[in-house]
């Protein structure tokens, strides 16, 4: 069975610097990897996926992530944060149709 | 394009009490999704849908709650009794196949006291 592991539950970042939230994920087969953001009191967007094909994916707003298959690892990362980034990030993996979120990290942009 | 509906937003019950979630599905979306998202934790899928047929409810704890989606457009959740660890964001999403982008609602905010 797949898990995913999101080991910063909290990451604080000033305004304008670089963001990594760390990924890691286990599976017994090809998987598909997905990052969704959370605002306040609303559903999960997606922010972008990885499929198939090149491992550095670019997403919405600014975000790309890393597909590494031998660190089992998918790392999403903004090299400039913005105060409405201030938000909580899930990792999720998908295998046989069926999506298994990340414990989430939440980003706050200290201005 | 509408997105996915829910409702009611907020609902606070005391423990044992029943209560029933809402979702309207995104027009045409044939898969339908109900996850518990409680504090602290990632969304952990519930129940699943194809039209208005069960396609996974292996997660769903079957002596209180339930769902259904009869004519295969909206849904309903419905939890009795309701006990204190039912607390959470209750999610609903949809998507139009099994295998396509799946998409949120806001979510319906459960408290037990």
């Known amino acids: 069975a797949q898990s995913v592991t999101q080991l910063d539950s909290q990451v604080p970042v000033f305004e304008e610097a670089p963001v990594e939230l760390r990924c890691n994920y286990s599976?017994?087969?090809?998987?598909?990897l997905f990052w969704y953001v959370q605002y306040p009191n609303q559903g999960l967007q997606l922010l972008l996926k990885y499929l198939s094909g090149s491992t550095l994916v670019k997403g919405i707003n600014g975000f790309e992530a890393e597909f590494n298959k031998s660190q089992t690892s998918f790392h999403l990362r903004k090299p400039s944060v913005h105060i409405s980034d201030t938000a909580e990030y899930f990792c999720a993996v998908s295998e046989n149709e069926k999506l298994t979120f990340g414990t989430g990290t939440r980003l706050t942009i200290i201005p | 394009e509408a997105g996915v509906a829910q409702s009611p937003r907020y609902k606070i019950i005391e423990k044992r009490q029943s209560v029933a979630f809402w979702c309207n599905p995104i027009?045409?979306?044939?898969?339908l999704y109900w996850y518990q998202q409680i504090l602290g934790q990632g969304p952990k899928l519930l129940i699943q849908?194809?039209?208005?047929?069960?396609?996974?409810d292996s997660q769903l704890p079957k002596d209180r709650f339930s769902a259904e989606r009869l004519k295969g457009v909206d849904s309903t959740l419905k939890i009795q009794p309701a006990k204190l660890e039912d607390s959470a964001v209750y999610l609903c999403?949809?998507?139009?196949?099994?295998?396509?982008?799946?998409?949120f609602g806001p979510g319906t905010r459960l408290t037990v006291l």
């Open positions: 027009s045409g979306h044939a898969t």
């Open positions: 599976s017994s087969v090809s998987v598909y």
């Open positions: 849908f194809q039209n208005n047929g069960v396609v996974d």
């Open positions: 999403a949809s998507s139009l196949d099994r295998s396509s982008e799946q998409f």
